[in-house]
């Protein structure tokens, strides 16, 4: 079977996009590839220099002179894969509530936009590729042959991420969770370059009160439909 080379999956926090995607990339051998990671990267940088996330021009100096690097998983803790910024594994920390706080102020900035997107579209050009974001179908890989726009409601979402948090033994709180989630929603959506939106062919679909397993079938469904 001819599998379709580009698959775009965007949707909001926590619609299930990473685990859908790793899933079929296995499946069809193909890279997946998270383009959240490289946000998270740089804006746990940007943290850690100390720069402040308000700061655009230093914000973006810094996210054009950097190279983040995603390799195959070294070490089985449960990473899809290592995330390496100037030769530092941040793979856990770019998980912290600190950068999900402030990821969405650094990834509206055009600057950030045009140096990571120039990066993701080197990697998609190579094809065989499963590319997980925000904005892959409508802006970093408009020509790919399938674009899938998972959505569920903000409480599922943040009943997901409660619990994926809670699994790490981390302290959490679904009011916060919810709220934070709520916010960045809100910036994604609303920014001027690339906002969270479907692109206009792509396929919705609500994956509330559905398993991993059910949507898994129905997008291997509609990539066979597209042979
Ligand atoms: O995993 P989760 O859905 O919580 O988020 P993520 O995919 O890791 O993305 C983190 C943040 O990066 C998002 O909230 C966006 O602000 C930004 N992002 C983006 O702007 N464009 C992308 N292609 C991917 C992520
Ligand atoms: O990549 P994204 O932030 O969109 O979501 P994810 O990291 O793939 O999924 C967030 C959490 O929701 C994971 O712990 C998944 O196992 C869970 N999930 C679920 O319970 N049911 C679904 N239909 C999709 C995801």
Do not use: H
């Not at 220099?49 to 998983?73: C, F, K, M, N, S």
Request: glycine residues 6%.
């Amino acid at each position: 079977m001819k599998w379709p080379e580009v698959i775009a999956i965007d949707g909001p926090a926590a619609s299930g996009k990473s685990t859908l995607a790793k899933k079929i990339a296995d499946r069809l051998g193909y890279l997946f590839f998270d383009t959240g990671v490289m946000y998270r990267a740089i804006t746990w940088l940007v943290l850690a220099r100390g720069i402040a996330p308000e700061d655009e021009l230093q914000v973006t100096r810094l996210a054009e002179r950097t190279l983040i690097e995603v390799r195959p998983a070294s070490i089985p803790d449960g990473r899809a894969c290592d995330i390496l910024i100037e030769g530092q594994d941040v793979t856990w920390e770019i998980r912290q509530p600190e950068v999900d706080a402030n990821v969405s102020v650094v990834s509206a900035y055009p600057g950030v936009r045009q140096a990571l997107t120039m990066q993701q579209r080197r990697i998609g050009a190579r094809g065989r590729v499963v590319m997980v974001g925000r904005d892959i179908g409508t802006v970093v890989l408009p020509e790919a042959e399938v674009k899938i726009y998972l959505d569920a409601s903000v409480e599922e979402r943040a009943r997901r991420r409660y619990k994926e948090m809670e699994a790490r033994g981390e302290v959490v709180d679904y009011d916060e969770i919810l709220a934070a989630m709520r916010r960045r929603d809100e910036i994604d959506s609303t920014r001027k370059v690339a906002p969270l939106r479907p692109a206009e062919d792509a396929v919705t679909i609500d994956s509330d009160g559905k398993t991993l397993d059910q949507v898994f079938e129905e997008v291997m469904c509609i990539l066979a439909s597209r042979n």
